[in-house]
């Protein structure tokens, strides 16, 4: 009898499905298949990617001058260009722009804000290899003290700026641009330390 019940205890476990080679060479051919399956959807995916990038539309500063001088009274006024170093156009492409007098000869830590001006300045398509040239100037007339303080290169006039668009594939794209004029000597503005960014 000892037999006979070792015998039925045993039988169930010779019925587990993964003991079973069909079971087992069936599942190894699904794992398979879904591991290809997976595969062919990340390669797909990030040659869309490539392909993507390869392609896009890229709006970078080309350039700033700013007209001085640096008096009381005086309004100085600023031309910056951007390029669209892309191969496709930069759609629906919007400017925001702020001139400032940075009262500090440093920039402090934190983060950029995202938007800058409660308006925009719309100017549309900017096609593969073109520049646009998008004037500003200061908000008020420099005082005294703002006069003062910029002879002496203790504050600095910078320029804060968002450009967004969309491209051909219906990604949008933000350039995060800060211009700074220390060397009153020439017009051209160099970019800051931080807070230059495209992606």
Known sequence: MGDTHQENTAD???NRWYKNPVYVVGGCVA???FALVVAFAIQ???????????????VRVQGATII??????????????FQNTGRSPALTTNIRLVMTVWTSNKLP??????KLTTD???????GPGSVVSQPLSLMTPLTDEQGMYLERKDWFIVILGVVSYSDIFDNLHETKLCLIWRDTSNERLSPCEKWNDAD
């Open 68 to 81: 001085g001088p640096l008096i009381q009274h005086n309004v100085p006024r600023a031309t910056i260009l």
């Open 44 to 58: 797909s995916l990030m040659l869309k990617r490539a392909h993507q990038m390869a392609e896009r539309a890229w």
């Open 31 to 33: 794992f398979v298949i």
């Open 12 to 14: 169930p476990s010779l």
């Open 109 to 114: 830590d934190w983060e950029m804000p995202p």
């Open 120 to 126: 925009a300045e719309s100017v549309g398509v900017i």
